[in-house]
């Protein structure tokens, strides 16, 4: 029953920020986890950015220092503030919970990401 929807994504020329957004109906009862995920053309889907609710966070090595996970509990969303944007950064972004442990079965529309040279 938990739904997810995506959004902020857009065009932006190389070194451009973009904050993206990802929204649930409501509050989620067990989550243990959140996630931001990208899919390049051609590519297949990669973890980029966690963030476990114990505080940790984690990022693919190649966004490090650019991308920030966080969260914000009453508005029942989270984020990817992204910085010094690369065309190797193009993708449609998605994101996804972890409730007990357990991921969230399927994916949202995503929202597309473009990073012009």
């Known amino acids: 029953q938990v739904e997810l929807v995506e959004s902020g994504g857009g065009l932006v020329q190389t070194g451009g920020s973009l904050k993206l957004s990802c929204a649930s109906s409501g509050r989620i009862d067990g989550m243990t986890a959140m996630a931001w995920y990208r899919q390049a053309p051609g590519k297949q889907r990669e973890l980029i950015a966690n963030l476990i609710l114990d505080g940790r966070t984690n990022y693919l090595d190649s966004v490090k220092g650019r991308f920030t996970i966080s969260r914000d509990d009453a508005k029942n969303t989270m984020y990817l503030q992204m910085n010094d944007l690369k065309p190797e950064d193009t993708a449609v972004y998605y994101c996804?919970?972890?409730?007990?442990?357990?991921?969230?079965?399927?994916w949202g529309q995503g929202t597309q990401v473009t990073v012009s040279s």
């Open positions: 996804n919970v972890q409730i007990g442990g357990l991921w969230r079965n399927g």
